[in-house]
Every structure is written in structure tokens, then in C-alpha cells.
């Protein structure tokens, strides 16, 4: 009985290192990303350094999420949550455009400007694109499903965590109970 509770436990505990292995590659892919933009001779300014500067705070914050998520599992899931919370929009309005995403995305979201719906997804792939009054930029709203996705999977996992810890240790108790009073019978 014991190690039913301990195989959910491990098996939820694997989801979420799962997911901090996505997190730390979709950081590690953003960063080689922006050097790559870099070496390409892209023309920099104060501010594309500064959306530069930010992206790579971002796919940093990436990396730290995954690295605490895989180590510490059920404890860390804070940062990962934040994470994946920047990730959920993708949006272009006014010139305004937003769209951060690490360690893959699926895209459904519906372009203005053109009038159509779009779907597009990545794996293993980071993406920023982030405007301040471009108006060249057509309009759109995307959600990512992938972010959605990793949301619930978080949270469910970390639900049944913690119900299964609760488990085992009312299950550890009442067999100490148990054999204690089988010991004093005898």
C-alpha cells in the first residue's frame, strides 16, 4: 500500500521536472537565440538593447524557474507558475506588440488585421518579439495552449502531491497506531 502512494507520488514529481527540463532548454534556446540575433550583425540602439536586455532577463528567469522546479519539485512551482503566466498572450495592438515564449508554444489567436484565425506551434523553441509604438505590425491576439497546457499540469500535479503526501502520512500513522496496540495486546 505504502509504495502506491509513493509510485504517485514519483510519477507527479516527474511531470513537474518534466517541465523544469522545458523550462531550463526553452531558457538556454532563448539565450542562444538573442547571442545568434547578435552575431548576425543586427543594428542596435539604446532601445533594442533594452528589449534585448529584457528577453534575456526573461529566458534567464527560464532557467532559474526550471533549475528550482527539477530540484525541489512541489516546493519551487511558484516561479514556474509566473512563467508561464507571461507566456499565456501573445498580442499586437496600437503598435504594442508582446509575444514571449520558452521552451515551445502553440499558438491560437486571432489576426485583426487580416481578419483570419492562425494557428502556429514550436517545440523545443523560444520566441520574443517585443514593439513599442511599430506600426508596421498588423494587429492580433494569440493565447498559447502550451502555456495553458503546463499550467494544469502544474497544478494538478501539485494537487495530487499533496493529497498522496496527506495519504501516506494518515496511512503511517495508523499503522504505528496500530502495531502499537498489537504490541501492548501481546
Not at 9 to 31: D, F, P, S, W
Amino acid at each position: 500500500m505504502k509504495k502506491e502512494f509513493e509510485k504517485k507520488l514519483k510519477t507527479k514529481r516527474n511531470i513537474l521536472k518534466g517541465i523544469g527540463v522545458l523550462e531550463v532548454t526553452g531558457g538556454i534556446t532563448g539565450i542562444g537565440l538573442i547571442l545568434w540575433l547578435t552575431l548576425q550583425g543586427m543594428e542596435t540602439n539604446t532601445y533594442v538593447f533594452l528589449i534585448l536586455l529584457f528577453a534575456i532577463g526573461f529566458y534567464i528567469y527560464s532557467i532559474y524557474a526550471g533549475v528550482k522546479l527539477f530540484k525541489h519539485t512541489e516546493n519551487d512551482i511558484l516561479h514556474s507558475r509566473i512563467l508561464q503566466y507571461l507566456q499565456i498572450l501573445g498580442i499586437s495592438l496600437g503598435g504594442l506588440t508582446y509575444i514571449m515564449t520558452s521552451g515551445g508554444y502553440i499558438f491560437i489567436g486571432y489576426n485583426l488585421t487580416e481578419g483570419n484565425v492562425n494557428f502556429s506551434f514550436a517545440l523545443i523553441a523560444s520566441k520574443f518579439q517585443i514593439n513599442i509604438l511599430n506600426s508596421d505590425q498588423g494587429s492580433f491576439i494569440y493565447i498559447n495552449i502550451l502555456a495553458v497546457v503546463v499550467l494544469i499540469l502544474l497544478e494538478k500535479s501539485l494537487s495530487v502531491i499533496k493529497e498522496q503526501k496527506l495519504v501516506k502520512e494518515n496511512y503511517e500513522r495508523n499503522m504505528t497506531e496500530f502495531l502499537t496496540k498489537s504490541e501492548e495486546t501481546n
